[in-house]
């Protein structure tokens, strides 16, 4: 071992500390408020999803509009959890 070894060890234990201190002043950035904001979902009467079924019913298999509509009702889904 060397002269140099332990004033090597000296600095980086002050190092260390001085980091350990500096980022134990900071902790005021982590207490933030997290707002959680649910979309709204639209409420539909029967009579109306009576006629959706019906003009959904009326498109060609396989249309594209089938499978949108498939994703939509996730999404709905996922938004009246939320609330």
Known sequence: MTHNDGC?????????????????????????????????????????QARAAREVGALSEGAMLIQMLRDYAVLRDQAQTCR
């Open 8 to 48: 090597s060890r000296r600095r980086r234990v002050a190092l260390v500390l001085a980091t350990i201190w500096l980022s134990g002043c900071a902790t005021g950035a982590s207490e933030t408020d997290i707002v959680i904001v649910c979309p709204p979902v639209v409420d539909y009467t029967s009579a109306e």
